[in-house]
């Protein structure tokens, strides 16, 4: 059973920083990604960043340059140092695992419980 537990939400006022941190426990037969995708009520959920299993980066473009993930491969965990914050990005942010659960198994999201960023003065 694979479990993502998030941290690090909360209230921060624009143009501040915030972490957020997603520790996965349980095991796969393969990652393909670790990332955080974040959703507004009433829109699609929009990826945010995602680092894949061999270290390649994507993010989004509105946070290109204020936001950096990170994976901590000691605790399982995947990492988002957010700055420059404004009221845009506000959202519940959720941690993502892209994986094959066995090798016979197809692809599959798992999904973190989610955590609200609210920035606001």
């Known amino acids: 059973q694979v479990q993502l537990v998030e941290s690090g939400g909360g209230l921060v006022q624009p143009g501040g920083s915030l972490s957020l941190s997603c520790v996965v426990s349980g095991s796969v037969f393969r990652v393909v990604a670790m990332g955080w995708y974040r959703q507004a009520p009433g829109k699609q959920r929009e990826l945010v960043a995602n680092?894949?299993?061999?270290?390649?980066?994507t993010y989004a473009d509105s946070v290109k340059g204020r936001f950096t993930i990170s994976r901590d491969n000691a605790k399982n965990a995947v990492n988002l140092q957010m700055s420059s914050l404004t009221p845009e990005d506000t959202d519940v942010y959720y941690c993502?695992?892209?994986?094959?659960?066995?090798?016979?198994?197809?692809?599959?999201?798992?999904w973190g419980q989610g955590t609200q960023v609210t920035v606001s003065s």
């Open positions: 993502n695992v892209r994986a094959f659960p066995t090798y016979r198994m197809r692809r599959y999201d798992y």
């Open positions: 680092i894949t299993a061999g270290g390649n980066v």
